[in-house]
């Protein structure tokens, strides 16, 4: 196999530059369809083009770019990530994998080397999943996995995701034309940051990733009785927030304490009345369980109900589950994970095996195709944060193993 080493400073340089835009005070704001990710779109299309890239948008508004290889019968080896944001996020999460695709295809610019497969790097669309609420779309498009929802989704001022799509060059109503298949795309790697503190604490430089978290989303509704906070007695009270705490602890406790299922959390939380003297009557929670293993998400679901069930009784509310996402937990193939420990080898640096606790387009992407995923750490383990922070050595050993692994998978897959 041929050896190449990525431009480190090149690679870091190119990142924080994207990082630029959606920059503020309180974090990144690149949210999908926005015009900092129109912007950052058009940065990475023009890297693309001179790093020697064919570019096209799909009708899901992914960007892909190709490079054809020597044996025009052989599907595509795909590289991608996302460059969307959440609110005040971080400049890391899916941007080193994007950026790191296109150093990546830049070195095999510079020293004009050619693959026997074409290759591919994709930015998918809306992989976070703000504002319209529908995560993975580009990537789960891509595979073939949306839903009538994702097609009819607005925002909470009723403008639809269909109208947005297109000022980024796709099209809702041709989105049946998105879906690939094995016969194109033979791999799919992914280059992201881990979220979480293993690999930092550790001080491992390399994650091999084994599985993507499974993820389960709530909206919770709570309906007690509104009333004056000064006239009515506390044992006639039927408080919606005393209740809606309660299942708070109870999800709290179901991961950390039960341990039925990996995390589970709160993310926020709603009073309809929201005045200091009046007794809430109507609240809304926002609720998710995650885990690898989906029989820990089942049981998980089970118990979260039978909870429910009890404070309804206990406290005279009503109590509304509704679940919103059910996204299946994706294990990486091992011949995949072998793959990432060669191209880890190759570097000289020492890996860990560990699970996704985030979800990421490998998930959609690995029902159509073979998956990986390389982590790098993430500096105390903090992400969809403004501190998020990966350090340029490590953002660069990253991409060296991206660039590793491209290459034994040309050989061999």
Not at 65 to 80: M, N, V
Not at 153 to 165: T, V, W
Not at 270 to 283: C, K, M
Not at 379 to 394: F, K, L, M, Q, R
Request: hydrophobic letters at 40%.
């Amino acid at each position: 196999m041929k050896t190449l080493n990525i431009n480190s400073k090149r690679l870091n340089q190119t990142l924080s530059e994207l990082g630029t835009i959606g920059s503020t005070s309180q974090g990144m704001q690149r949210l999908a369809f926005t015009q900092y990710d129109i912007e950052a779109r058009d940065m990475t299309l023009s890297l693309m083009s001179g790093a020697g890239l064919n570019t096209r948008i799909d009708t899901a508004g992914n960007i892909i770019a190709r490079k054809e290889g020597t044996s025009p019968d052989l599907a595509a080896i795909a590289l991608g990530s996302h460059i969307d944001t959440v609110p005040n996020g971080g400049k890391y999460d899916g941007a080193l994998g994007v950026i790191g695709a296109i150093e990546v295809a830049q070195i095999l610019e510079d020293t004009q080397t050619k693959l026997r497969h074409p290759l591919e790097i994709v930015v998918f669309t809306n992989e976070e999943g703000t504002r319209f609420k529908r995560w993975l779309f580009g990537s789960r498009a891509m595979a073939g996995l949306l839903e009538p929802d994702d097609e009819t989704a607005a925002d909470e001022e009723g403008i639809p995701m269909s109208s947005r799509l297109g000022d980024i060059g796709g099209n809702m109503l041709q989105i049946s034309k998105a879906p690939r298949g094995r016969s194109e795309i033979a791999a799919y790697f992914e280059l992201h940051i881990e979220q979480g503190p293993e690999l930092h604490q550790s001080g491992i430089p390399i994650g091999v990733v084994t599985g993507i978290t499974g993820r389960w989303v709530y909206g919770v509704e709570i309906i007690g009785v509104a009333n004056h906070a000064g006239t009515t007695p506390m044992h006639g009270r039927r408080d919606a927030l005393v209740s809606a705490s309660q299942l708070v602890l109870a999800v709290q406790s179901l991961a950390s304490e039960l341990e039925i299922c990996r995390v589970g959390t709160v993310g926020n939380i709603q009073s309809y009345t929201n005045a200091a003297n009046v007794i809430p009557g109507r609240i809304s929670l926002g609720v998710e369980f995650r885990d690898v293993d989906m029989r820990c998400l089942a049981e998980a679901d089970q118990e979260f109900h039978k909870i429910a069930k009890q404070i309804e009784q206990t406290e005279g509310v009503n109590i509304t589950i509704t679940r919103f996402e059910n996204t299946e937990s994706v294990q990486i193939n091992q011949s995949m994970q072998n793959l990432v420990e060669q191209a880890t080898d190759l570097t000289g640096l020492n890996y860990k095996h560990l699970p996704s606790g985030a979800g990421h387009d490998a998930q959609a992407m690995a029902n159509i195709t073979d998956a990986a995923m390389v982590f790098v750490p993430s500096v105390n383990g903090i992400s969809h944060a403004p501190d998020e922070y990966s350090t340029p050595e490590d953002c660069a050993n990253g991409a060296q193993v991206l660039l590793n692994l491209l290459m034994l998978a040309d050989e061999r897959v």
